[in-house]
T-cell receptor, first 115, second 117 residues
Framework: ETGVTQTPRHLVMGMTNKKSLKCEQHLGHNAMYWYKQSAKKPLELMFVYNFKEQTENNSVPSRFSPECPNSSHLFLHLHTLQPEDSALYLC??????????????FGQGTRLTVV | AQTVTQSQPEMSVQEAETVTLSCTYDTSESDYYLFWYKQPPSRQMILVIRQEAYKQQNATENRFSVNFQKAAKSFSLKISDSQLGDAAMYFCASLMNYGGSQGNLIFGKGTKLSVKP
């Protein structure tokens, strides 16, 4: 148990559906991340939020829409996805303070299948 | 650009023996952190060990140790007395420190470690 919780753990959705992934942490961390993990590909950084502000969008298609209403919650809204978007989506958080040495804590991921 | 390279897609080790996983990285920064994460079949990413670039001493956590060669930009992980529970994907990752503000955690492609009984 890392203190980062992702729901749902598994999700199957059609290409015309709209769904959302949720990530929650109560570790006091101020930086939150979405990563995509596909078979045979490295972990791809998608979005970064620091103190609720988006600081990185790694050229992610607009069918993925992140939301960070507060430092403890991070969402990934999905709509009109493609089958190639099927992957494990990992959320991570870490402290975000100057000069600190930090590691990221990961959730267990959401296994997404687009049919 | 910040890159992390793991050149061994798969490795195998006999139980109780020692195995070394390789990682090289590229950065122009002088201040950064390096990590090894483990991802078992449960998919939970777990931190194995961490190394601060300004520290010359290699980090050690029980059976896990690193060989940090800063000039060569190499950061290998040694697992001693391998156990069946060590079987997992292992990811090397780097995090830059830009004069006090930190960059993003970037991962290598991973090495799949099998442990034979």
């Amino acid at each position: 148990e890392t203190g980062v919780t992702q729901t749902p753990r598994h999700l199957v959705m059609g290409m015309t559906n709209k769904k959302s992934l949720k990530c929650e942490q109560h570790l006091g961390h101020n930086a939150m991340y979405w990563y995509k993990q596909s078979a045979k590909k490295p972990l791809e950084l998608m979005f970064v939020y620091n103190f609720k502000e988006q600081t990185e969008n790694n050229s992610v298609p607009s069918r993925f829409s992140p939301e960070c209403p507060n430092s403890s919650h991070l969402f990934l809204h999905l709509h009109t996805l493609q089958p190639e978007d099927s992957a494990l989506y990992l959320c991570a958080s870490r402290p975000s303070y100057l000069g600190g040495t930090t590691e990221a804590f990961f959730g267990q991921g959401t296994r997404l299948t687009v049919v | 650009a910040q890159t992390v390279t793991q050149s061994q897609p798969e490795m195998s080790v006999q139980e109780a023996e020692t195995v070394t996983l390789s990682c090289t990285y590229d950065t122009s920064e002088s201040d950064y952190y390096l990590f090894w994460y483990k991802q078992p079949p449960s998919r939970q990413m777990i931190l194995v060990i961490r190394q601060e670039a300004y520290k010359q001493q290699n980090a050690t956590e029980n059976r896990f140790s690193v060989n940090f060669q800063k000039a060569a930009k190499s950061f290998s992980l040694k697992i001693s007395d391998s156990q069946l529970g060590d079987a997992a994907m292992y990811f090397c990752a780097s995090l830059m420190n830009y004069g006090g503000s930190q960059g993003n955690l970037i991962f290598g492609k991973g090495t799949k470690l099998s442990v034979k009984p």
